[in-house]
């Protein structure tokens, strides 16, 4: 009997699963037993073909020219995909083999890699599927005991084709349509537009938005059990109108009270949900400040080189029934490795298996979630960054076995000369799974004196704080990971916000691309910890939204797409109707955008700020600041971005540089952390500094 050929994603893959079948030669470009050759792609080595493939006239982009609809789609070789692919051919062409084994990552987009590959190379020979989740040598072991027919996956298959086919469409008629048509680059794409515009939306809200002060109440109170304090609330818990606050802090000061009402109740807490990749990813970006794809390329190296996690590029927080002698060896691993104290009991079976937040093979699909294989850590040998992501893998696994923690919640209301005063606090009275995390887990408050209702209380102070209403907060990649994953909320559509709560626009292991691609097409910069879209990001949603194409900005083409490429993997949707309509909405897209009226938007996505007040020339918006255009030339107007820990947008810097004068801007921070309003002016030599009145100015801030 012949050879069998398997062809995994990734060098790193191949290795291992020569390493699980045993008694392998290591050639220059593979791995040989009497039974096996195993060999490797790079990813992806073969691509849907570009536009000038098909017709070299189609390298110009001009309007006329579009749009482009291939009636077939063809494929090409990556760029430096030639070698590798040779290699591959022979061995599929090779006498000795006899059935090809399709090991690249299970999952849409690994099935796609594999048939693109095999079509590329007119292969012929059968295929099976090796499915793997973990790559301990245990699991691959019992993968190649559940090998299926290649044909079982066709309609994975037909919608891994489908997503690409429509992507290029929309990705390479959007890009050349609006690039052509406005003389500047302008990447388009139908998971990275939908991310933009919700970056832009909330940038729209912050720069629309005018604070409001307000006022809320305090008061101390002492009772026979001891003081506590309260807080004013007459259905909200703040005043408008200075003048009232100050009337009922005077009503109530000094004045005696009653409590009205005292609880207190025990609060159940469970454990959170094992890790998905993006959950992951927030916590990381959280807590360490890392982007989505610092994580994502830890999470692979940890899942890939060190062995210690399964597949991280999951959109499921639960485990099916089966993995339980997993979880357990991994139990039995930690109480060896640095988690004793915390796992020195027997591992909880029964429990655990009837605990729907852990076990529960009814939202697992391709891959379950994020936990230790069970492979000893070498905590040494990681480098800090795959260090922090295990230890955040370990706890949450260790949590999730845990009971849950309770809290004690006092609540008491006190009546004061007909006002009421709400005091609310928690105490944690059982650790439980917060226990693996510390203290900073839980945040404490001080507790309540226990008081029975009726008493007689005393009000020892009453003052009034003055506060201002705030501006939604930017988005950082942790935010907008949320808001990718729940993209849903923003389609009115009640079907398509279903379909897209289940996995939002993007995947798990597409998104920290997403961003990156955002960043490095100019539409967004980072910045610390936050994301801010760019005048070009802004004016690119601006036409998407005048043409109109609003499917284009919105996730509901994601959510319509997604739809019926789940439709097409069960056998419910054709993939020939699907690719009628997505060429369809391409040249719909491409009509609307070619008879658009010009209305100077070139020019406002690279308009400057305003003039330099020193020399004249243009002032341009950049990453961190709003800089003279001749700078290199030695001009040292800058109005920096960041001042006293408040973003100066675009808006107010064309302000101050125009009339020299900001509106007063709320927000600004002082070195000892206290929170100030003032002007900002600019001063004849360039310097921008901060007036609390038309009197008094402060040093220089720039």
């Given at each position: 009997m012949g050879k069998k050929l398997i062809i995994t994603e990734k060098p790193g893959v191949a290795q291992d699963i020569a390493r699980a079948l045993g008694k392998m030669k290591k050639k220059k470009e593979y791995w040989e037993n009497e039974d096996y050759i195993v060999t490797w792609a790079v990813g992806h080595l073969v691509t849907l073909a570009e536009p000038e493939d098909y017709d070299k006239k189609l390298k110009m982009w001009r309007l006329a020219l579009l749009p482009v609809v291939p009636d077939e789609f063809k494929l090409k070789a990556i760029e430096g995909a030639e070698e590798r692919l040779e290699v591959i051919k022979k061995l599929i062409n090779s006498k000795e083999v006899e059935v090809i084994i399709n090991a690249c990552d299970a999952g849409r987009e690994g099935e796609l890699i594999f048939r693109y590959i095999y079509e590329f190379l007119a292969g012929s020979k059968p295929v099976y599927r090796l499915w793997l989740s973990s790559m301990t040598q245990e699991a691959i072991k019992e993968a190649f005991s559940h090998l299926k027919p290649g044909d079982d996956y066709e309609l994975l298959a037909q919608a891994a084709k489908c997503r690409s086919e429509g992507d290029w469409l929309v990705g390479i008629n959007g890009t050349r349509v609006f690039t052509a048509r406005y003389k500047t680059l302008?990447?388009?794409?139908?998971?990275?537009t939908p991310t933009l515009a919700i970056l832009v939306e909330r940038e729209r809200e912050i720069e629309k938005f005018v604070p409001v002060p307000y006022w809320e109440i305090f008061a101390e109170f002492s009772s026979p059990s001891g003081s506590y304090r309260g807080k004013w609330e007459k259905k909200e818990d703040r005043v408008w109108e200075k003048e009232k606050a100050q009337s009922i802090v005077n009503k109530v000061k000094g004045q005696e009270g009653k409590v009205a009402e005292y609880k207190e109740r025990k609060v159940k807490e469970p454990h959170p949900l094992l890790y998905d990749l993006t959950e992951l990813q927030r916590d990381a970006n959280k807590l360490f400040g890392y982007s989505a794809k610092r994580t994502l390329d830890s999470a692979q190296r940890l899942y890939e080189r060190h062995k210690l996690i399964t597949y991280p590029r999951t959109n499921s927080r639960y485990l099916s029934p089966d993995l339980i002698s997993q979880v357990e060896k991994c139990w039995r691993m930690l109480a060896e490795c640095d988690f004793a104290e915390r796992v020195k009991e027997e591992f909880p079976r029964g429990k655990a298996l009837k605990d729907k937040r852990i076990f529960d093979k009814s939202k697992v699909?391709?891959?379950?979630?994020?936990?230790?294989?069970?492979?000893?850590?070498?905590?040494?040998?990681?480098?800090?960054?795959d260090r922090r992501i295990m230890n955040l893998i370990v706890k949450r696994f260790i949590a999730s076995f845990y009971p849950e923690a309770v809290w004690v919640h006092r609540s008491i209301k006190t009546v004061v000369e007909d006002e009421k005063f709400v005091s609310k606090s928690k105490v944690l009275l059982e650790a439980g799974w917060r226990a693996i995390y510390g203290k900073e887990e839980g945040e404490e408050e001080d507790f309540l004196p226990a008081v029975e209702k009726g008493t007689t209380v005393k009000t020892e102070k009453a003052w009034m704080e003055e506060k201002e209403t705030k501006a939604p907060p930017r988005y950082t990649e942790a935010t907008l990971l949320s808001a990718m994953e729940g993209a849903g909320r923003f389609v009115e559509d009640e079907e398509l916000q279903e379909i897209l709560k289940e996995g939002g626009i993007g995947t798990p292991a597409t998104r920290a691309a997403i961003i990156e691609r955002l960043i490095q097409v100019g539409y967004v910069e980072r910045s610390g910890k936050t994301l801010i879209p760019t005048p070009k990001g802004k004016e690119l949603i601006n036409l998407i939204e005048n043409i109109p194409v609003p499917e284009l900005s919105s996730p509901q083409l994601t959510g319509e797409w997604e739809k019926k490429l789940n439709q097409i993997e069960k056998g419910e949707f054709s993939r020939d109707t699907f690719m009628e309509e997505i060429r369809k909405f391409t040249v719909e897209m491409v009509e609307?955008?070619?008879?658009?009226?010009?209305?100077?938007?070139r020019e406002k996505m690279s308009m400057p700020v305003g003039n330099c007040p020193l020399c004249g020339a243009p002032v341009h918006e950049n990453r961190k600041s709003f800089s003279c255009s001749r700078w290199k030339e030695g001009c040292p107007f800058t109005i920096w971005k960041k001042i006293a820990g408040r973003f100066i947008n675009r808006q107010e810097a064309q302000k101050l540089i125009t009339t020299g004068r900001t509106?007063?801007?709320?927000?600004?921070?002082?070195?000892k952390g206290k929170k100030f309003s003032a002007y900002l002016v600019l001063q004849e030599e360039g310097k921008v500094e901060f007036e609390f009145s038309t009197r008094e100015a402060s040093s220089g801030v720039s």
């Open positions: 302008l990447s388009v794409g139908r998971v990275q699909s391709d891959h379950h979630a994020i936990i230790p294989t069970g492979e000893k850590i070498d905590w040494e040998s990681l480098s800090e960054n609307k955008v070619k008879s658009m009226e010009d209305r100077g938007e509106d007063k801007l709320y927000g600004f921070k002082s070195r």
